[in-house]
Nanobody
Framework: VQLVESGGGLVQPGGSLRLSCAAT????????MSWYRQAPGKERELVAT????????NYADSMKGRFTISRDNAKNTVYLQMNSLRADDTAVYYC???????????WGQGTQVTVSS
């Protein structure tokens, strides 16, 4: 099982980034997918979740209207489009898979997002 995040980097305030998380080794369409983030000295927090079919999404309040989670089950990939980035969005972003029918959770290794001028 692997979850591999990509797309992080350095961006100026107000800019955009699109993160991707490619999944292998499990039945992707049977897992709800989430993005989490962890800033230095802070606990890991939930950013957004999308259900296994993509039919429903949820966001943390501070991300609503700025971030969009989506998935492509044909490509076994989940995405996070981040717009209007702020300095306090700086964190390591992780994707997580949680089984709908099985009590299994998988994590990626994370990708760094730095918002700075």
């Amino acid at each position: 099982v692997q979850l591999v995040e990509s797309g992080g980097g350095l961006v100026q305030p107000g800019g955009s980034l699109r993160l991707s998380c490619a999944a292998t080794g499990f039945i992707f369409s049977s897992y709800d997918m989430s993005w989490y983030r962890q800033a230095p000295g802070k606990e890991r927090e939930l950013v957004a979740t999308i259900t296994s079919t993509g039919g429903s999404t949820n966001y943390a309040d501070s991300m609503k209207g700025r971030f969009t989670i989506s998935r492509d089950n044909a490509k076994n990939t989940v995405y996070l489009q981040m717009n209007s980035l702020r300095a306090d969005d700086t964190a390591v972003y992780y994707c997580r898979a949680r089984g709908v029918w099985l009590d299994r959770v998988y994590w990626g290794q994370g990708t760094q997002v730095t918002v700075s001028s």
